[in-house]
């Protein structure tokens, strides 16, 4: 894009980062279907269930399982629980444990990178050297260690799971810092005789923002369908709570006689992907022009 | 690069000596012991199981005489299926997993480079956006969601693929194509956007204008080019398919290395944890240690680093 197609009263005002970027994610058409449905599907897990007149685990053991009717929307599962009222919940679970993950890659990934870049020298290289090594491990199967052997709970789950995706963040974050730490504003601050600490937290991290929230979309998305793979194995979330990695393991099991009960949670789950990744890859090509086709 | 390859190599017996140390521990120190679900094992059978396995000794003991065994290459007895040894094991089950992931890797690169490079020679044309739009639902549908959907669709409704199974080469196909599906997707967005990028330089258009044909221009000089990044896609990708393989070696029931792993941790079948954990960690250090060298190779611009 050159510079010619923005209005004059733009130019004058001047745009900040942000504004350029929002302008551009909104004329990116996958970026914004994406936008729309990851509304849609966050707003339908925390609303949908209140609006149910069902409960996650109420039991209809007279019905059975029972195909899509106007009763039951999507069916009922063998014990006659409500398929829609367990899809919502477990979309309130999988959402949850694929944004607290995410943050907990984040904290750790942005730290480590931050602290690398600024350290700069040996300790630099020696950390940069250690996440290198880590890269080459097998974690998925570290992972699933972790939860068969220490009980299959939340918190730890999503410690196990954050913890496998901080790597990439950390290197992401560090080359930013690299590059930032030289320029002025970095400098003025050294002569201000601010602490450490504070420049790197206070004025350093927050400029890497841009990419980290990149990269943090795109991680969502793997978080979850690490989850749901866990779950799908039975290491995950337990029963009768729900999530769709839980309820498309449960619809495998009876995937011949009650189809819908693998279709629907599948739908579900691999849309969410389908628009976070989207939305991941416009948000890319939004804050980082040089990356943008046009 | 000799140099270069023997440094990386030498790097791998401390990063296995850690992995190895870390699962002895993590397993032994968790809660539950191979012997205790068994609610037919008397107490004093299940104490002399334990003194059988040298589970009484004290942990670092039983770390040494493990470690020892490790280095000579003596993976140990199976705690829970003790017809065979750690080593026969593997021996028996890896041959399967290797088959299954070579098939799922030759699935991922014919389907997605040959997408890939359609897509590429006609961007944005309506080839390019169907390839890619299959290639977003690619990457968006899980394996475990895609296996039993196939298994749903040909197996059961049309009937003309076996449900599960790894004798004869029908068996073989859906397992294949689940697990190759998502690296397919994969491939080919990489080999898309680094054939385009190879396309708009200036030696392509040096040699269409020699007169080349245009099938000699992308094979003879873009492709090297093109596919570098999914080169560097392979290791980490081929490493994926291993790991990937638990849940389609799960779901199709193939005798593979990824179902006897997730069989032993519910067991808690400590050596046979480690023995797995060991191979997993050299094939994934060894596949990424070749993608590295196999992106030098074609790149004589970071040959020397």
Request: aromatic share 10%.
């Amino acid at each position: 894009m050159s510079t010619t197609d923005i209005p004059l009263q733009e130019l004058e005002r001047g745009q900040s980062l942000w504004q350029d970027a929002w302008r551009r994610l909104v004329k990116n058409r996958a970026a914004v279907a994406g936008l729309i449905l990851l509304g849609v599907v966050v707003a339908l897990a925390i609303a949908g269930p209140w609006f149910s007149p069902y409960t996650y685990d109420e039991q209809d053991t007279a019905l059975g399982a029972a195909p899509p009717s106007r009763q039951h929307w999507l069916g009922t599962d063998p014990l006659g629980r409500d398929l829609l009222t367990r899809l919502l919940h477990g979309g309130r679970i999988s959402l949850l444990v694929g944004v607290i993950a995410t943050a907990v890659s984040l904290i750790i990934g942005v730290t480590y990178g931050a602290v690398a870049g600024f350290a700069g020298g040996r300790a630099d290289a020696l950390m940069m050297r250690i996440v290198d090594i880590l890269y080459a491990l097998p974690f998925t199967i570290f992972v699933i260690i972790l939860m068969v052997f220490f009980g299959r709970n939340f918190v730890f789950l999503f410690l196990a799971i954050g913890a496998v995706h901080w790597l990439t963040m950390a290197r992401i974050v560090r080359g930013q810092v690299l590059s930032l730490r030289e320029q002025e504003f970095i400098q003025a601050a050294v002569v201000l005789g601010l602490k450490r600490l504070r420049i790197l937290f206070v004025h350093l991290a927050p400029n890497t923002l841009g990419p980290v929230i990149v990269y943090a979309t795109l991680t969502i998305p793997q978080v979850m369908l690490l989850e749901a793979f866990l779950s799908f194995l039975g290491l995950g979330v337990q029963p009768p709570m729900s999530s769709w990695g839980l309820l498309i393991k449960e619809g495998v099991e009876t995937m011949e006689e009650y189809p819908w009960l693998l279709i629907f949670p599948g739908i579900a789950l691999s849309l969410t992907l389908f628009s976070l990744n989207f939305l991941g890859d416009g948000l890319r090509d939004a804050l980082d022009p040089r990356a943008a086709k046009d | 690069m000799t140099r270069y390859i023997a440094r990386r190599l030498l790097e791998f017996l401390p990063v296995l000596f850690i992995i190895m140390t870390l699962t002895f521990f993590m397993v032994r120190l968790a809660p539950g012991g191979p012997f205790d679900a068994d609610k037919r094992v008397s107490p004093e059978a299940q104490q002399r199981l334990e003194a059988h396995y040298r589970l009484d000794a004290p942990l670092l003991v039983q770390y040494w005489e493990y470690m020892r065994g490790v280095f000579h290459g003596d993976l140990g007895p199976s705690f829970r299926k003790s017809s065979r040894s750690v080593n026969e094991w593997i021996l028996l089950r890896l041959p399967v997993s290797l088959e299954l992931g070579a098939y799922a890797l030759v699935v991922a690169l014919a389907l997605g480079m040959g997408a890939g490079l359609l897509a590429a020679m006609r961007p944005n044309s309506a080839i390019d956006h169907g390839t890619m739009a299959l290639g977003m639902a690619g990457i968006c549908i899980p394996n475990f969601v895609l296996g039993p959907l196939l298994v749903l669709v040909f197996s059961l409704w049309l009937g003309w693929l076996p449900v599960a199974g790894w004798r004869s080469a029908a068996d073989k196909v859906l397992p294949s194509l689940t697990l190759g599906a998502m690296y397919a997707a994969y491939i080919a967005r990489l080999t898309r956007a680094g054939m385009l990028e190879t396309l708009s330089r200036d030696f392509i258009r040096t040699a269409r204008a020699k007169g080349m044909s245009e099938a000699r221009v992308v094979i003879r000089h873009a492709l090297p080019g093109g596919i570098q990044p999914t080169i560097a896609f392979l290791g980490p990708a081929t490493a994926g398919l291993l790991t990937g393989s638990f849940v389609v070696e799960t779901i199709f029931q193939v005798p593979g290395l990824g179902r006897e792993f997730v069989e032993s941790a519910f067991n808690r079948d400590y050596t046979m944890i480690s023995g797995t954990v060991l191979v997993y960690a050299v094939l994934v250090m060894a596949l990424n240690l070749a993608a590295d060298i196999a992106c030098a190779w074609l790149d004589p611009r970071i040959r020397h680093t």
